[in-house]
């Protein structure tokens, strides 16, 4: 098992690469949906998923995910934080 704690041997028992964490943040729930049936459909495996990056915190630490995805609004934005700020 990996760090993760999945299983990482194929059947013939090589080493399998680890299916890339993904956590979603976006204020829209049906883009979020989408987005997760997406990557799911390209075997990459949504951990999560919040409305904004206020609330993104608690879940990102202690889910792990490889990859945050967060949108980057200047027109509209979704909560005070930036990407930028929130990774900071």
């Known amino acids: 098992m990996d760090q993760r704690g999945t299983d990482a041997k ?4 090589d080493r ?3 299916r890339v964490r993904v956590f979603i943040v ?3 729930v049906l883009f979020r949906n989408g987005l997760r ?3 799911e459909e390209h075997d990459l495996d949504p951990v999560g998923d919040v409305g904004d990056a206020e609330q993104a915190f608690g879940p ?3 889910l792990k995910p490889d990859v945050v995805l967060m949108p980057e609004r ?3 934005p979704m909560v005070t934080l930036s990407p930028l700020e929130a990774y900071a």
Do not use: E, F, T
Request: aromatic residues 0%; without cysteine.
């Open 10 to 13: 194929a059947v013939n028992g």
């Open 16 to 18: 399998l690469p680890a």
């Open 26 to 28: 976006d204020d829209h």
């Open 37 to 39: 049936a997406l990557l």
């Open 60 to 62: 990102i630490l202690r």
């Open 74 to 76: 200047k027109s509209k």
